[in-house]
């Protein structure tokens, strides 16, 4: 069987050549036991001619030895397949059978002699005859002298029983080979029919039918496994295919605005003829929308790397309360401007891409700067966790944000009402970015709601001591 070979064709020859086996060696135990049944009677009723003859043997006088051809056809008569040969040491016949045929090489001078029940008969071929008997000797006695008896019955009809009982038995057992290779394979077939039901829906899977799932109420046990699994593999085509949608639609609608505000600007200013400081303002505005595009183009080409594994972090050790208040030195005048109050608690030693690291607390501190009321507080306490993790801590009061949006804040161009999307500078990019470095660092973010608070809680992993030295 090569590799391209089908499993029913597999499991149908398996079961072909397991079958052949067992029945050949049920053909074969049968014959040896029918044989050696027939060879048990056969000695059987050797051993009890024996007897009869040394009874005969034993009742004649030695000087009255001559009648004893006479005696022994009396014992032996109505046993026309039994051949008797009674002969001295010399080899000088004293008997013989009409019927008694034996090959010389088994006439010997000095044979074992008799013992009741411990007799091993030998098998020959004579004169298109076959035979199965033995040589033994009756030792001296006070009536006689020793004698050599050779006795064997014709075992003719015994094999031709048993030529016609093998003929039978193996073509029996011919035919129950041929109808288990069928019903083996008629049961492979069925057997891998949820495996054929399986490989038609995945064949028919395609981007608009992701919706489809396999029935594992209907799948045999060893399948139900495969099933989950293959449903499961299903349900995350048709979640990334969704995402990859909304994504392609959000960035196509993030691009046409400020080229539709690129546009609308351009052919306002070729209306009419203008001044040079009006030409000079709407260049300006163009700058800003150039800029927006600019920033976006780059935080895809971020992400991008990130996606592909090309984001490696530079390590280097650092203060990471340092870094943070720098970065709220940054959004100083804007916090200001909403009379927010930006606070830090805590620090610790961090080994990481000090320009990432800053990246990613600024998408913080600008998405909290963003959706904090008037007036209100933005922490950002590090603590370390345990000996092995720094936890930080970026806490805002704002709006509350449903349980299922809270992972999806940081999918790309995600917000949690589509109505504020063109209100901010930001592209929607900020939180995955954020993501993807820490992330990049080893560490993990994740985004809470509790008590009119929004909470981002990073883990990332503490700089070791030797990373210090």
Do not use: C
């Amino acid at each position: 069987m090569n590799m391209h070979t089908s499993i029913i064709t597999r499991i149908t020859l398996i079961f072909a050549a397991l079958s052949t086996v067992v029945m050949i060696a049920i053909g074969a135990i049968a014959s040896y036991a029918v044989d050696s049944h027939f060879a048990e009677e056969d000695l059987i009723e050797i051993e009890g001619k024996l007897e009869l003859i040394h009874h005969a043997l034993n009742s004649a006088p030695e000087k009255e030895e001559q009648p004893l051809p006479q005696r022994l056809n009396d014992a032996l008569i109505g046993h026309h397949a039994l051949s008797v040969m009674v002969y001295r040491p010399d080899k000088q016949l004293v008997y013989r059978s009409m019927e008694a045929s034996f090959p010389a090489e088994l006439l010997l001078p000095h044979p074992a002699p008799y013992a009741p029940h411990s007799a091993h008969l030998q098998r020959w071929q004579q004169n298109g005859h076959a035979y199965r008997g033995l040589v033994v000797q009756f030792p001296a006695s006070a009536q006689r002298p020793s004698l050599n008896v050779a006795i064997a019955v014709d075992i003719g009809h015994h094999d031709h029983f048993i030529h016609h009982f093998q003929r039978s038995l193996w073509l029996y057992l011919t035919t129950g080979i041929l109808f288990l290779v069928a019903v083996g394979w008629i049961a492979a077939r069925r057997g891998l029919r949820p495996i054929r039901d399986f490989v038609r829906m995945a064949g028919n899977i395609s981007a608009s039918r992701l919706g489809e799932r396999i029935d594992v109420t209907s799948l045999p046990r060893e399948l139900v496994e495969l099933g989950v699994s293959f449903n499961a593999m299903l349900q995350r085509l048709q979640e990334s295919f969704l995402r990859l949608s909304e994504f392609s639609s959000d960035i196509a609608h993030e691009l046409r605005t400020p080229v539709s505000n690129l546009m609308t600007q351009s052919h306002v200013a070729l209306s009419q003829a203008r001044s040079a400081g009006e030409y000079q303002e709407i260049l300006y505005s163009n700058i800003e929308e150039y800029e927006r595009l600019s920033r976006m183009i780059a935080d895809m080409l971020f992400l991008a790397k990130a996606d592909n594994g090309l984001l490696v972090p530079h390590r280097e050790t650092m203060d990471l309360g340092v870094e943070i208040d720098a970065v709220i030195e940054f959004y100083e005048a804007l916090a200001a401007e909403k009379q927010l109050l930006v606070s830090r608690h805590g620090t610790a030693t961090l080994a990481g891409d000090r320009l990432m690291i800053r990246r990613a607390f600024s998408n913080l501190l600008s998405n909290a700067v963003r959706y904090t009321p008037v007036g209100q507080t933005i922490t950002i306490t590090i603590h370390y966790d345990d000996s092995h993790w720094i936890t930080v801590w970026v806490d805002n009061a704002g709006e509350p944000v449903p349980e299922d949006a809270l992972a999806r804040l940081f999918d790309r161009f995600y917000r949690v009402d589509p109505s504020r999307q063109r209100e901010s500078e930001g592209t929607g990019l900020g939180l995955a970015i954020t993501k993807s470095i820490i992330e990049a660092h080893g560490g993990s973010i994740r985004a809470l709601y509790q008590d009119h608070t929004m909470r981002f809680e990073l883990r990332l992993p503490r700089a070791e001591i030797s990373q210090f030295t």
